[in-house]
């Protein structure tokens, strides 16, 4: 059979489809690149925190107190610190993060008053941390008394990191069927016992981890703390919420460009320290999904 | 007791926001039989049926008016309790909705719900379960496997395991919202087999799209059209010699 310029009767390629597939490989290898950038920058930082920062860290530096004016010693004071401000936010900022999403997704009418209430939470997410620190001063520092304290720093965070919590444990309980939900209410179970016994139980990965993710996030902020509760040098450790602490955040601005003479490793082990605490966190939200789910099956 | 009607309702009216979806339904449900809802799509039957165990009421734009008697008592009166009402009729979805949890657990959900903790034993929950499970033919299949979560069970055997964790709460009344639509034609079968075998006990009323099940199916039909009820009586009766032309229409195939 001839194959005229109009006639195409077997399955071949014509010039169009060639034009389709090669339009495709393009786009493709863009998105590919595109992936590939993304990692590019993970890896030149922790690249660049260990070969600088690694000689750096040692017993002394992680166990010991900065001394001679932060240009000798450890970071410990400033890692306990650490631990303290994202202990104490998150055991704020997660119950309340939790039962006001929990609300907003199971429980809250479909009308305008929650609609802004939903509103008002992605704008908060998108609030600067900056004016967040300002707003703790406010609030927390002045107005409640609280003074510059672990508890108001704390609680700076939380409010920052509130509105994350309060979207990731709406979205984890959405991911549950609604068929279940049916299912619960028509054997006459309550609201709250179709929660407990069976969208809590199907949601709790998602929820933890979203939790886990704003611990991190706390963990590196500096801004929302610097005025609140985080100082620059302290002999002691905080033995209490209304002390002050140091941070590690706090102690990387600190040696990075507030004292002289600061050894130059001493930055980036800092750095290397802390962002070692944010992936071992961030590590350990992803296994708990990853059992969590497991689990879960339908 | 036993000639009076099941579910009486008179005049009722529901709206979605400004739709109305049940124009002024007037309908007595033989008690201890299998009635079936029929009609197009759109024409009201599954807003009715879920009017009896108030399930319509999740969405505040939803607006009932009317009576609507259960056992006597009007369901939408003020002292009713929703938990109450929903343990004494039950209902079965489109598609079959076990809880993600074990066989055993699915079974027993409605039963601990509603059984206090103290009046609790292993020895009566062995009971309710193997009873539930034996009178919809799943207690041979599954007896060795009741840790299984039940979300793994093949179709059909999630449909009647929805239909045994009813049982336990010894409801009045069963919905079924097209309880077969989501299964092939041979579990159809056994499931309908099934609805057959348990009716007696329970008042059962059956919303589908098959013309072949509501006739296989019911005792008496109910032919629903845009909100309205264009005809209710014995199914036989119905098929063979409808009184309304439009019944006559849909039922041969001509709309819908």
Redesign the interface.
Known sequence: MSRGETEHTDFSATPMTEASHSRQKIARAFLGIATALLLLPLFAIIGLLVTHGMSAITAEFLLEAPTAGMTAGGIYPAIIGTLWLIGVSLAVAAPIGIMAGIYLNEYAPENWVTRMINLAIVNLAGVPSIVHALFGVGAFVLFLGLGTSILSASLTLAVMTLPVIIASTKEALASVPVAFRHASWTLGASRWQTIWHIVLPNSVSGILTGVILQVSRAAGETAPIMFTGAAFYLPFLPQSVQDQCMALSMHLFTVSTQVPNVPEAFPYATALVLLTLVVTFNFFSIGLRTYLRARRKW | MANQASIETRDVRLWYGEFQALKGIDLDVSRGRITGLIGPSGCGKTTLLRCF?R?NE????VRTEGSLIIDGHNIYAPDVDL?????RV??V?Q?P?????SIRDNVL??YR??TPKAERSRGAEDEALESALKSVQLWDILKDRLGD?A??LQLEQQQKL?IA??LP?KPSIILMDEPCSALDPDATAKVEELIRQIAGEFTILIVTHNMAQARRVSDECVFMLIGEIVEHGRTEDLFIAPKDQRTADYIEGRFG
């Open positions: 165990n399930i999740r969405y505040d734009y938990i109450e009402l929903r343990k039950g209902m979805f598609r909705n076990p809880l993600p949890i959900y409605g719900l509603h979560r979300t793994r929805c964790r009813l709460l």
